[in-house]
Each structure stands twice: as structure tokens, then as C-alpha cells.
């Protein structure tokens, strides 16, 4: 009976964390309303400190898996050897005091694992924090806002939010790409787990982070710090362009936004209802610092921080009701007619 026991809890163990594992990685490959996209494939790393940190989390699973493995045996093995039997009419078992040697072995193996962990934890931590920043790095400053990002290019002039374009590092040229991050209401965490461990964003404590993404492609991330009600759609981009498509991305998001003669109107509304006193369009008189810039809004894939795909209908729920999509978001509803949202709607889709 104790056999068929332990068998049934080692396999219901193994279940739990093949199961575990299978989640995670199903994650990656899930968008958040539930059809295929990109995710956070923690499994997966594509640069070097998340590469780093993957390391150091397998080394830490053996270690512990060994620790696991052992005790498990001891424990299996004593159950097994010293249960009770109708013979021992229950008397208690010989009782083994005062043994220096298992009271040392105890006590010294415990301190020599951690001791071990500690310094591959700090060595880890020491190569990813303490990289000097190379000449030809690309600096990023990455503000968190309830609820969105804000990213900008000193070096570049650019001001863009919740979708971070920066290029593909390889061995040959290596382009990494440097976070300045700062916070202008409460704490967030700026997380890509395919790119770099968490790195939290405190009022008045500016902090840094790098990352040298070694493929192309979108990688999703998110705010792992709980900063109010909309927390959980705080969501991030990060494109990893080619160096060319990089540059010309960078040529694109430097243009002013261009006037056009159909989309009158809908500037028109977006003076007069003050929307360019939360936003800035470049090339425009709205240069507000409260909400995203518009710009070149209609070259995001995704609009509030993306909680939804930028398309038409999208955009002009998000306009007339913002709560429909963000509930808690602090974009106030307009309460504009129709006629006032399609225009502005309109103005929105030249901003590219």
C-alpha cells in the first residue's frame, strides 16, 4: 500500500510540473485575447542578460532538484525500512543520540549550498548591472505612466510610447541599446522576459537596464509591479528591427505630422476639446505631456498600451469610451458627436 502511495505522489508530481512548464510555454505563443501572438516566452531568452539569468535558473533547478532528489530518497527509504510492524507491538524504535558527525554533515552541507548559490547569483549580477555602456550603444529613456510607456531618443530626438523599436545586436556589430528608467506617478517594472529580468521604475530614483537582442522580431512584455487598477494592461512592445529597417524607422518617427487638407475638421476637434493639452502632435501647436504622443500614432500596431489592435473601430471606441477597452484608464470619455468622432477619428489615421 505505502509503495502504491509513493508512486501515485511521485507521478502526480511529475504531472504538476510538466504541466507547470507546459503553461509557461504555452504563454508564449497566446496574445491576450486568447488567439495566436506573441507572448512572454520566459524559455526562450534573445539576448545576453536574459540568456544570463536563464543560465543561473537552470544551475539553480539542478542544485535544488539534487537537494530534492536526495531527501526524497532518505525520506522514501526510511518509511519503507522503519515502518511499523505487528511485531514491534508499539515500541519505539532505537533512538540514536549525540552523532557529531550527521549533526556537522547537517549543518555544513546547508551553508556550503547557499554559500555556492550566493556567488553565482552575485556573479550574475555583477556582469549584467555593471557593463560599461559602449560608444555606439543606443540610449533609451523609458518613463512608466499610469497606464502606458514613454519612451524617448535623446540622441535621436524622438518621443514615442508603449511600442520600443531598438536594432538587432549581433557579434560582428554589436548595437546594444541602453534604459534609463524613470517613473512620473508611482512604481512600475519594466519586464521582456525574452530580453532582460525585471527592473523596477521608482519616483525620484532613476535606474538602468541594457539589452543586446540577438534576433528580430516583437517581443511582449508588461509592467510586473502592481501600480493601480489598470496594472494589468500595462503592456509593452519591443521591436527588434534589422540595422537598416531601424534607420529608416528612425528617418520616419523624426518627420513632423503631416497637414492634410481632408483632415481639417478633425484638428479643429482636437483643439477645441483640449486634447492637445494631454497630447503632442510635432509640428503642431498640441504639445502635451500627459497622455502618449500622437505623432505618429497610426505606426503603433496597438493603442492603449496595448489592451487593443490599432484599427479604425478600435480607435474610435477608445476615443468615445476608454473604459470600454481600459477600464480605470485615466483618459476622460469626450462625450463628442458623431459627427465630432469621425472627424477627429479622421485627423488621427493621417498621424503616421
Same mark, same amino acid.
Given at each position: #500500500? ?5 508512486? =501515485? ?5 511529475? *504531472?504538476?510540473v ?13 496574445g ?15 539576448s ?7 543560465d ?23 518509511l519503507?525500512?522503519f ?6 507491538a508499539?515500541?519505539?524504535?532505537? *533512538? ?17 549550498? +547557499? ?8 556573479r ?17 529613456i523609458?518613463?512608466?505612466? *499610469? ?7 535623446p540622441?535621436?530626438?524622438?518621443v514615442t ?7 538587432? =545586436? ?6 546594444p541599446?541602453f534604459?534609463?528608467?524613470?517613473s ?17 521604475l ?6 538602468? #537596464? ?7 522580431g ?15 494592461k500595462?503592456?509593452?512592445?519591443? =521591436? +527588434? /528591427? ?64 496595448g ?5 479604425? /473601430? ?6 468615445q469610451?476608454?473604459s ?5 484608464s ?22 503616421r
Amino acid at each position: #500500500m505505502l509503495a502504491r502511495r509513493t508512486k =501515485s505522489s511521485v507521478c502526480s508530481g511529475w *504531472q504538476i510540473v510538466v504541466l507547470l512548464f507546459w503553461s509557461a510555454s504555452a504563454l508564449g505563443a497566446v496574445g491576450p485575447d486568447g488567439a495566436p501572438g506573441h507572448g512572454t516566452n520566459i524559455f526562450s531568452p534573445a539576448s545576453t542578460p536574459a540568456k544570463s539569468i536563464v543560465d543561473l535558473s537552470a544551475f539553480v533547478v539542478v542544485i535544488t532538484g539534487i537537494i530534492f532528489a536526495v531527501v526524497f530518497t532518505l525520506l522514501t527509504y526510511t518509511l519503507v525500512k522503519f515502518r511499523g510492524r505487528a511485531m514491534d507491538a508499539g515500541r519505539e524504535p532505537a *533512538q540514536v543520540y549525540g552523532s557529531t558527525q550527521i549533526e556537522l554533515a547537517w549543518t555544513i552541507i546547508p551553508i556550503l549550498i +547557499v554559500v555556492v548559490l550566493f556567488l553565482a547569483t552575485a556573479r550574475v549580477i555583477h556582469a549584467i548591472q555593471d557593463v560599461p555602456e559602449p560608444a555606439g550603444a543606443v540610449d533609451v529613456i523609458a518613463i512608466g505612466h *499610469q497606464y502606458w510607456w514613454e519612451f524617448r531618443y535623446p540622441k535621436l530626438g524622438i518621443v514615442t510610447a508603449n511600442e520600443l523599436h531598438i536594432p538587432v =545586436s549581433d557579434r560582428e556589430h554589436p548595437t546594444p541599446t541602453f534604459l534609463q528608467l524613470l517613473s512620473a506617478d508611482t512604481d512600475h517594472s519594466f519586464w521582456v522576459p525574452e530580453l532582460a529580468g525585471k527592473t523596477d521604475l521608482i519616483p525620484n530614483h532613476p535606474n538602468r #537596464m541594457w539589452m543586446d537582442p540577438q534576433r528580430t522580431g516583437i517581443f511582449v512584455g508588461q509592467c510586473a509591479q502592481y501600480c493601480g487598477i489598470q496594472h494589468a494592461k500595462m503592456l509593452l512592445r519591443v =521591436s +527588434v /528591427d534589422r540595422e537598416d529597417d531601424f534607420s529608416a524607422w528612425v528617418r520616419a518617427q523624426q518627420k513632423v505630422a503631416v497637414e492634410e487638407a481632408g483632415a481639417i475638421e478633425g484638428w479643429r476637434v482636437f483643439e477645441r476639446n483640449a486634447c492637445m493639452n494631454c497630447h503632442a502632435v510635432d509640428g503642431t501647436p498640441a504639445d502635451g505631456r500627459f497622455g502618449p504622443d500622437l505623432t505618429h500614432l497610426m505606426s503603433r500596431a496597438t493603442i492603449a498600451a496595448g489592451a487593443a489592435e490599432n484599427t479604425h /473601430d478600435n480607435l474610435r471606441l477608445w476615443i468615445q469610451n476608454p473604459s470600454a477597452i481600459k477600464p480605470g484608464s485615466l483618459m476622460p470619455a469626450m462625450k463628442l458627436s458623431d459627427a465630432d468622432l469621425d472627424a477627429i477619428v479622421s485627423y488621427m489615421e493621417t498621424l503616421r
